[in-house]
């Protein structure tokens, strides 16, 4: 298993706590932070793994009902530090459904 680090950097906006509506929406801004060390087969370092990623993430948390929530936060990687050869990201997304008690 190879080393990883995640860090990031978040900042939202959502209806004040006063607000007594079931159905709110929220915005959010992130910049998660992604660095992978390299890859090891029987100790010898790939040379074409590793490297450190930035994306800008722009979504939004969409609340229902006091129970259900939806998230989506399409993401864009706004540096690419890799190593060797390797694909770069174009983008990626995390969609999430929440369900609470």
Not at 16 to 35: M, N
């Amino acid at each position: 298993m190879r080393n990883r680090e995640d860090l990031g950097l978040a900042l939202a906006h959502g209806p004040p706590k006063t607000c007594a509506r079931p159905t709110t929406s929220a915005c959010s801004a992130t910049l998660p932070d992604i660095w992978l060390d390299k890859d090891e087969e029987e100790g010898v370092p790939s040379e074409n793994s590793g490297g450190t990623t930035v994306y800008l993430a722009l979504g939004t948390r969409n609340r229902f009902d006091e129970h259900v929530a939806l998230s989506v936060a399409p993401a864009i990687p706004i540096y690419q530090d890799l190593e060797g050869e390797q694909v770069e990201s174009d983008w990626r997304a995390a969609v999430t459904l929440s369900f609470s008690m």
